[in-house]
């Protein structure tokens, strides 16, 4: 009973110029299980290998055409097939030829006239080698995804990690300002009263004396009572509306501050957009001429289940790149008005709404939109970019939400980044 060999499924190729070896090569290894695939010179034998990504090749070294080194050169700088194991057939003994099929990329040499005894063996050692280089390299592949998975769940982490302390900072923040202004506008009311009150005993002196002494109507001209009495209630108005701007600017700093929100919940968009906004106001300006303009072009939309404080953190990462960018390019001259548009709409027929956040920058290059959504890829400086900004901002809203995030350059140029989720996700429909 013969012995098996050790993988009858292998496929091997045989590049031979001369007929009569070429079969008895075929014959010897057909024998012993294999799949042999003949070629009568190496222009053909190396089309073969293309086309069959055998397991090991056996050449000859003399051959009409392109001869068994040049075989080794071209299957070794053939990424597809590079792990191939070679064996050149050779009558040549001399160490300084041995040394030149080496460094063509032969594996092993197998000296002429043939014996099968020794054919079979280098046969099956070549095979064992080829499998433990495959198993190899797929070990190798598993641990440098292992390796990327766990350095996007680091970095994951850590983003979260920023994020949260940076919720807490800003909800503290918004706390601390929502106390004194609370006073403040609580008290305006007082204030005003007392004004007016003061004024009306101002005016009733007036009337019941008309003629004041010298020292009071010298005062009264210094002081313009009249523009005074007429001032007062625009100024306690302006505090009023500084007051309730604050309050505003104090909502949007909570509603950021929910970065740290584990549940999905039915929210406005807009709402963590406006956030968002207010969080990169004091970057817009980028020096005393430039300014970036902020374009909005909201929709009515339903509210939409989400992540909040996930959904933030997508906005927080495109603004913040649309605005380094833009001061970048404004620095180099590239741009003389830098502009952010926003513009939020319901996807025609479809469950989804559509954000999109476009910059009129330089549009962004082909190359550079392939692989902008990749773990560390990114084209900042070293030391001002992780990029995995981008990464996580396309896990959020693909895996998160079951939504899709795309870079797109828009029609009249510029980078845009646009993000569609449903407006209802299982998790809360279910």
């Known amino acids: 009973m013969k012995e098996p060999s050790l993988n009858p499924d292998a496929k091997l190729l045989v590049i031979e110029d001369d007929a009569t070896t070429r079969l008895l090569l075929r014959k010897i290894l057909q024998k012993e299980g294999y799949d042999v695939t003949l070629a009568r010179d190496g222009l053909e034998g190396f089309d073969k290998a293309l086309e069959l990504h055998p397991a090991l090749i056996l050449s000859d070294w003399m051959m009409p055409g392109i001869d068994g080194m040049e075989v080794c050169r071209r299957v070794r700088s053939c990424p597809e097939i590079a792990a191939t194991f070679l064996i050149l ?41 080829y499998e433990l280089t495959r198993e190899l390299s797929v070990a190798n592949s598993n641990l440098i995804e292992t390796l990327q998975k766990l350095q996007q769940a680091q ?14 900072m800003v909800a ?28 009306e005993i101002v005016e009733l002196y007036r009337n019941c004396y008309p003629t004041p002494s010298e020292v009071i109507q010298d005062k009264l001209d210094e002081v313009d009572i009249e523009f005074l009495m007429e001032d007062s209630q625009k100024l306690v108005e302006s505090m009023r509306f500084g007051a309730s701007r604050i309050h505003q600017i104090v909502k949007h700093l909570k509603n950021f501050a929910r970065l740290d929100e584990a549940e999905m919940k039915r929210v406005n968009v807009h709402d963590g957009l406006e956030s968002t906004l207010i969080m990169l106001r004091n970057r817009f300006k980028i020096n005393d001429d430039r300014e ?30 649309a605005v380094y960018f833009l001061s970048e390019y404004v620095r180099r001259g590239f741009i003389d008005r ?89 998790e809360l429909n279910s």
């Open 292 to 321: 970036i303009e902020v374009v909005k072009h909201y929709e009515d939309l339903p509210k939409v289940d989400c992540y909040p404080g996930q959904l933030n953190q997508v906005f927080l990462n495109i603004l913040n790149n």
């Open 155 to 168: 970095a994951r982490l850590i983003q979260s990690e920023k994020m949260s302390s940076l919720g807490q």
């Open 89 to 129: 057939l050779s009558s040549r003994e001399t160490v300084a030829d041995r040394v030149e099929g080496l460094d063509a990329g032969a594996d092993e040499f197998l000296s002429k006239p043939i014996d099968p005894n020794e054919l079979k063996a280098r046969v099956r050692a070549g095979l064992r080698q």
């Open 172 to 199: 503290g923040i918004a706390h601390e300002i929502n106390n004194p202004i609370n006073f403040i506008e609580g008290n305006l009311s007082f204030a005003n009263d007392y004004i007016q009150e003061l004024l």
């Open 338 to 426: 830098p502009k952010i548009c926003i513009d939020t709409c319901l996807v025609a027929e479809s469950s989804q709404i559509q954000i999109s956040i476009a910059n009129n920058g330089p549009s962004i290059t082909e190359e550079v939109r392939q692989k902008v959504f990749d773990p560390f890829f990114t084209t900042k400086p070293v030391g001002q970019g992780t990029g995995m900004g981008l990464s996580i901002c396309y896990q959020i809203i693909v895996e998160r939400h079951l939504g899709q995030l795309s870079c797109v350059v828009p029609p009249d140029g510029g980078t845009a980044f646009v993000i569609e989720i449903p407006i209802e996700q299982p």
